[in-house]
Structure formats: C-alpha cells, structure tokens
C-alpha cells in the first residue's frame, strides 16, 4: 500500500492529496484493505469521483499484480468489495469544510457516498448522497474518452 500511496500523491499533487491513514482486515486472509486521503478543495463531485475511482483502482490493480500477496488474499482476484477507501477534503488551511461542499468520499458495501459536513452538528453529515461503484467508474471512463 506504500506504492500505491506514493503514486497516487504524485498523480494528485496539484489537490495536495496525502495519505492520512490505512485499514487492513484479516480472518485467516486478507479479506478488506483501505487507504485514507486528504485533499484540498473545495472540489467538485465530478473531480472526487475521477479521485476517489482513480485511488480504488490503482488499489486493485496493484493488490492484484503482486505475486507476494495472492496466497494471502480471501478472494482473488480482489474486487471493489474488499476495498474500504476515503477521500476527505479539507479547505486550504486544513480546516473542515461544510454544505454544500462535499467533505468526504467513501465506500461501503459496493456504494460510494458523497457526504456533506453539517455546520450546526460536527458529529453529524447533512448530506448524503450514493451511487453504485459501477454507475461512478462508468461516468469516469466516459468522461476520459471524450
């Protein structure tokens, strides 16, 4: 996950994307694995989702071509459903942002969430919007092929 990390960073310095942090779930085998990121924006839900697919594919392909790990692995080759990514975006400062700027990116359960700070409840999202991993990969490859 280091190379995966470092590659991504350099793809996105110009939004000073970091790693913040990582996931790992193992039951006998590695079964999920994650990679937490911190953007500056505001941004807009067009450019996190090229981001945010973009982090979970590099992922993927980079689980999947690693001799090393495949013994390991719960399930290969591993699909969107063992990665648990995040994008989280901060304004230039470091600071939260709130609605309507989209402050984190994430995945569950083959969704990805778009969520928006609420201003009024730090411990709450006012916004949340979902879409299938496939409806968001589909909207970024047809967006590169235009």
Do not use: W
């Not at 071509?65 to 969107?80: A, H, V």
Request: charged fraction near 30%.
């Amino acid at each position: 996950s280091a190379d995966v990390a470092t590659k991504m960073c350099e793809r996105y310095k110009k939004y000073k994307l970091k790693v913040i942090g990582d996931a790992g779930g193992m039951a006998g085998a590695v079964n999920m694995v994650g990679l937490m990121f911190q953007v500056n924006g505001p941004l807009s839900k067009s450019e996190l989702r090229e981001i945010f697919i973009d982090s979970v594919n590099f992922f993927l392909n980079a689980i999947n071509g690693d001799e090393n790990i495949r013994p390991f692995l719960k399930n290969y080759p591993f699909t969107i459903e063992g990665i648990e990514n995040a994008v989280f975006v901060v304004d230039k400062n470091g600071r939260d942002l709130f609605f309507p700027d989209i402050a984190v990116v994430s995945n569950i359960d083959h969704k990805i969430q778009y969520k928006t700070n609420d201003k009024d409840d730090e411990y709450k999202y006012k916004t949340r919007e979902i879409e299938s991993y496939e409806t968001a990969l589909k909207i970024v490859q047809e967006g590169k092929v235009q």
